[in-house]
């Protein structure tokens, strides 16, 4: 389908060392379709940083193992070679990270970074030809042109994730992964960001992938949704589905755990008990320990159910065997 | 000025001498992190402060704490100065005021378990008369806290506990003296988000039970209006804002704070809120002013906001607002 | 931890030399076939030579017997030089960077001057008036060494002053004392015990150097004391210095070992790769 960027079947990902394995992800499944933008939420160990760095291959090669597939675009990012991903990396695909910030170099102009940038992909092009084309994204992200003759120094930690979020853009990549791009921002930029990341989107015809463990960012700025925990997507779907009638119990427990700004004070849950221990491989639900739902079939390891307009969830409430 | 409510913060300022101070241009610079704030409060009440990185409130929550001395002004707790109080008695004073730090992972020496962490605030001041009364003590509290088995999680060492754990034992810590007047210093923003409602649930009911003083200290403001009674909104070491934290929050009158509210997502995809857009960037607060410190961002700016800072207005029900423009 | 220290070949080899020395100097009535003090009748011996394994020297003393003893000596003046020194950097230092301005600028002012001092000439002078006596050595050694630890533990204390858990115990009512003893002290002396133990080689050199100077305690047996004496026999009887010198090599190169691997697991800087 050529509507389709990417496409991941049976994703996982395990870091090993000399004295154990960790199953960071595990079978992860989805889609993501031109003009999408999907939010993969999830706490600490949830793997969902991990997913995003190994389907770009940014994790080191000796000590993760990789399998299973994510076409993108026709190719499988799985199995290409490092030659060939360096193709797509910048130029199809982008990153910004949590702390992108702190990417820049310090005794270069903004200008001089981009230009090596662009440069990496398109060798022949010249000064102005870059600098018309990245003032063009510094206004889409509300910033001055002056900023591209000063230094990192020189700007605030919001304007610089901004410079970043400009600099992912520069080759007008298919698929952008913002990975905690705005945690460490200020709630007023924050807004401000993903409002003007929702807007570029349109005009650039871009899809993204948003990883955060902040549900009122994907709320505002996606329209599907991964909910993942200790390496496994428990639920996946349209946010105007899976957030107003959240279905997996630890999705039902993370929305309850987020107040609300206006309205009724409904008591705050949290989820009880901890993250399991992920260098074991578990034969029932890996949530099943901590779930206020759970029952003997949950020994068993739930499969991922479909349910209708797309969305799937793990859990053995919504079918399965009985 | 000093009145009669349980604590009362009198125009307490931190003004830090800023590099490149300027004798020779006459005019000193200062970064001034807590500029002039006045807040009251009641026995058991819930004050949040709001704000930004950058606007002060963590130096403020220090200075009440009397981890640093304030510049300028004072804190009264029953009417007599914190700081008489320490000089007068400090381990008393430590009993009264307690101070509960953002960073769980970093608030208890690696090198010592739980049960002798605990011990350490119950031997400086002599609660328990003995050590097996300690050790019940220690352990009845644990319980209470919600750590199961006690005493397994008492011979732990900080590292073999999760963030929310710790945290909890942090709180518990602080209970373990009766204090008063509890600081929260962002308390949740290390946590995931699935462990904050136990933390928040400890505070509240440290205020019920114990009808301390708390003031929790956030950036997070729907969590904010969640757990305070009264919600005080800083922005570059001034008060902006203040009043009951509902009343603050869905009706912010402030340029400030109804952007602040305005940008602060909501998890329900149906709410679409109109997000405010404010301009530049945070000044830093090396001598701020002469006006309105917010009028070179507000977009209800007017001249006159440039040349004094603006009176507090009180608009109903001790709602009260530091700007002119109200109307 | 067994795993810790096998997996560093430094610290593996540090810790098995050491406790070589140690069992060295504790069985070394027991290993010795002599006693070293006895001056006995076979002089200037060559190895093997009427039982003695590496030869007699000029008063008759066996030297195997003399090497063995010797390490008794070397080890109590690394040992003891060391813990003066220790002490002192540990105290000196915590107080510096813990309690912080004007005691910090007195006491770095302090550190600075006696760091600008040429240290073994002022060893050379303190023994020079106080008599040689291996314990004036040992003490000698201890007070002019203290500085570079002193500097690491303030570094130490300027950084941990900083830590939640020492700002949580401040307001928790403890005292500055107890603040210092019980956390900056604790937690900040793992860079002072690496140093420390390099600060043994050290003093196990100097002695030996002040003992090849003829400053050296002449009634102790101690390696440096034995090159000294086999300085004027190198060509004749060569095995009276010589493996003296052999000793100090190894038994400094253990010491070295020791702290680098210390300082190796105290240091988890070691870039393993990024984990979960």
Known sequence: MDNVILDVRNFNVTYVNKYKKVYAVKDANFSINRGDSLGIVGESGSGKSTMAMALLRLLPEKSTEISGSAYFLGKDLVKLSEEELKKLRWKELSVVFQKSMNSLSPVHRIRTQVEDIYRVHNPKATREEIAERFIHLLKLVNLSDRVYNLYPHELSGGMLQRVSIAISLINNPKLLIMDEATTALDVVTQGQILDEVVKMEKEMDMTRIMITHDMSVVATSCNKVAVMYAGEIMELGYVKDVLKKPMHPYTKGLMASFPSLKGKKEKLQSIGGFLPDLSKKYEGCIFAPRCSSAMDICQKKPPVIEMENGRTVRCHLYGGER | ?327 | ?276
């Open chain 3, 1 to 276: 931890m067994i795993r810790t220290i096998v997996n560093d070949k430094q610290l593996l080899f540090g810790i098995l030399g050491l406790i070589f020395l140690l069992l060295v100097a504790v069985l070394a009535p027991v290993i010795a076939p002599e006693d070293p003090y006895y001056y006995g009748p076979d002089v200037l011996n060559k190895l093997g030579e009427n039982g003695h394994l590496l030869g007699t020297n000029k008063m008759g003393q066996d030297i195997f017997s003399m090497i063995i003893h010797g390490t008794r000596t070397s080890l109590k003046v690394a040992v003891i030089s060391a813990f003066i020194s220790g002490i002192l950097g540990m105290l000196i230092g915590g107080v510096a960077g813990y309690f912080g301005g004007q005691v910090d600028r007195a006491i770095s002012e302090f550190i600075n001057i006696f760091m600008m001092l040429p240290t073994f000439f002022l060893i050379l002078l303190i023994i020079a008036l106080f008599g040689n006596s291996i314990y004036n050595v040992m003490v000698v050694i201890g007070i002019t060494t203290w500085p570079s630890n002193a500097k690491l533990m303030r570094a130490q204390a300027l950084s941990l002053r900083e830590r939640t858990f020492v700002k949580a115990a401040t307001a928790m009512g403890e005292s500055r004392l107890q603040i210092l003893f019980k956390y900056i002290i604790p937690n900040g002396v793992f860079p002072v015990i690496a140093n420390t133990t390099v600060g043994m080689s050290n003093a196990i050199l100097t002695e030996a150097g002040l003992s090849f100077l003829g400053l050296g305690d002449p009634n102790i047996i101690s390696w440096g004391q034995m090159i000294y004496d086999g300085k004027a026999y190198l060509t004749s009887a060569w095995w009276i210095a010589t493996f003296a010198g052999i000793a100090i090599v190894i038994t400094v190169t253990i010491f070295y070992l020791l702290g680098d691997g210390l300082n190796h697991v105290m240091n988890p800087k070691r870039s393993k790769g990024k984990g979960v």
């Open chain 2, 1 to 327: 000025m000093k009145n009669d409510s349980f604590i009362c913060i009198d125009n307490v300022s931190m003004w830090y001498p800023a590099k490149g101070n300027r004798v020779f241009s006459g005019e000193k610079r200062y970064v001034k992190a807590v500029d002039g704030v006045s807040i009251n409060m009641d026995r058991g009440e819930i004050l949040g402060i709001i704000g930004e990185s950058g606007c002060g409130k963590s130096t403020l929550g220090r200075i009440l704490a009397r981890l640093e001395n304030p510049t300028g002004g004072d804190v009264y707790i029953e009417g007599e100065s914190t700081g008489n109080l320490l000089k007068k008695d400090p381990k008393a004073f430590r009993r009264l005021v307690q101070i509960v730090f953002q960073n769980p992972y970093d608030s208890f020496t690696p090198r010592d378990t739980i049960e002798e962490i605990l011990m350490r605030p119950l031997n400086i001041h002599s609660i328990g008369k003995d050590k097996d009364e300690r050790k019940k003590i220690i352990l009845e509290a644990l319980e209470s806290g919600g750590l199961h088995p006690a005493e397994e999680i008492a011979r732990r060492y900080p590292h073999e506990l999760s963030g929310g754990q710790l945290q909890r034992i942090s709180i518990l810590r602080a209970m373990l003296v009766e204090p008063k007047f509890v600081i929260a210093d962002e308390p949740v923003s290390m946590l995931d988000v699935s462990v904050r409602a136990e933390i928040i649930n400890m505070l509240l009911k440290l205020s019920r039970e114990k009808d301390a003083a708390v003031i929790f200290i956030s950036h997070d403001i729907s969590l904010t209006r969640y757990i305070s009674d009264k919600v005080a909104v800083m922005y570059l070491g001034r008060i902006v804002e203040y009043g009951e934290a509902d009343e603050v929050i869905s009706n912010p009158r402030h340029p400030y704070t109804q952007a602040l509210i305005s940008n602060c997502g909501s998890i329900d995809p149906d709410e679409i809120m109109d997000k405010i857009k404010v301009e530049g960037e945070p000044p830093t607060p090396i001598n701020p002013g002469p006006g309105c410190y917010f009028a070179s961002r507000c977009f209800k700016a007017s001249k006159e906001c440039f040349k004094e800072y603006p009176a507090t207005h009180d608009v109903g029900g001790g709602h009260k607002v530091a700007c002119d423009r109200l109307y």
